[in-house]
């Protein structure tokens, strides 16, 4: 099966500029994550989509941080404007969901680095 | 909210060494326990997972995890590791139909 498919792999702006990352996950995969993996950390859950509806938002800086799934299969993550501390790899993860054992285990994407100057 | 803790942030063994990373999780009531593992220049993939029964749970390339929930700890072992095993691993716990959350992984280095 294909996997989860990110662009761009990677993406260097400078602050204040906008950006933005695009997702295509598993097909049949009805729950979509966002991940912000900042260097030497574990990653951290901006937001969570179970088909085009935001299951949980609540660590995403919303002041400049947007995400949508449109048709509750792609999935984009926009910054605007893009601060120095948003540098990290940013991680699309699907799974079935919302239950069921093989519910809550997530397929990631590749990732796109972004660098922020 | 459910935290996850990896004591071990850098190890660095020899080959055939044998391997424990640490993970301890906050949360007291049931829980659904994974390791992942991201290989250089790769993505992150399941290790293995725990939802039930036996707390011995085996994954692939010769990974085993122990879930103790009286010590709130899910530690991932390896006999013997080789080379091949270089790489960072994260433990992910998620709590009822909440986020799976994860460590801050450990970085593992095998020496041929």
């Known amino acids: 099966e294909a996997g989860v498919a990110q662009s761009p792999r990677y993406k260097i702006i400078e602050k204040r500029q906008s950006v933005a990352f695009w997702c295509n996950p598993i097909s049949g995969h009805a729950t979509l994550y966002w991940y912000q993996q900042i260097l030497g950390q574990g990653p951290k859950l901006l937001i969570q989509f179970q088909n085009n509806g935001v299951v949980d938002d609540s660590q995403l800086p919303k002041d400049r941080f947007s995400a949508e799934r449109l048709k509750g299969v792609d999935s984009t993550l926009k910054i605007q404007p893009a601060k120095l501390e948003d540098s990290a790899v940013y991680l699309c993860a699907s799974s079935f969901g919302p239950s069921g054992r093989g519910a809550n285990v997530l397929t990631f994407g590749a990732g796109s680095r972004l660098t922020v100057l | 909210a459910q935290s996850v803790s990896q004591h071990n942030h850098h190890v660095i063994l020899s080959e055939a060494a044998s391997l424990e990373l640490g993970c301890n999780y906050s949360?007291?009531?049931?829980?659904?326990l994974f390791w992942y593992v991201q290989y250089p220049g790769q993505h992150l993939q399941l290790l293995l997972k725990?939802?039930?029964?036996?707390?011995l749970v085996k994954g692939i390339k010769g990974f085993e995890a122990e879930f103790i929930k009286s010590k709130f700890s899910f530690n991932l072992r390896k006999p013997s590791v080789q080379w091949s095993d270089t790489a960072e691993y994260f433990c992910a716990v998620l709590v009822g139909s909440y986020i799976p959350t994860f460590g801050r992984g450990t970085s593992l280095i095998v020496h041929p």
């Open positions: 725990y939802f039930s029964g036996d707390p």
């Open positions: 949360y007291g009531g049931t829980v659904n």
